[in-house]
């Protein structure tokens, strides 16, 4: 079966698709000036964006897991996801503190979808 990969960097690709599932890269936000809320924005809508171009979209999630760096952000991350994921089709999920990368990262997602 082929493998397709997206955004190939050096060290790694941000898609790769494989049997109809589309696999994500670990994403964090650009502006990590910003506090978890606008953090979790962005990252939210990379996701959007990149399950769009790999013919999949937030409802046909398979997985996710969410690494914050402080437990304490957790529930203003949480009303972030709140609002963006849809009734219904809620993914399984699994959170947790972790230590990122760069320390200006306070959230980073990883999600496993089928494509449409």
């Known amino acids: 079966m082929e493998i397709k990969r997206l955004h190939v960097g050096k060290r790694l690709s941000e898609v790769t698709i494989h049997n109809g599932t589309v696999y994500l890269a ?3 936000a650009s502006d990590n000036k910003a506090d978890i809320v ?4 962005e990252v939210l809508g990379h996701i959007d964006r990149l399950l769009a171009e790999a013919g999949s979209d937030k409802t046909r999630i398979l997985s996710t897991q969410i690494f914050i760096t402080d ?3 957790f529930p203003a991350m949480n009303t972030v996801w709140d609002t ?8 399984p999920r699994a959170t947790v503190e972790a230590k990122l990368a760069d320390p200006a990262c306070l959230v980073e997602i990883v999600v496993v979808a089928a494509q449409a």
């Open 26 to 28: 670990g994403q964090i």
């Open 38 to 41: 606008g953090q979790t924005r």
């Open 71 to 73: 437990m304490a952000n």
């Open 84 to 91: 963006w994921v849809v009734p219904g089709a809620t993914p």
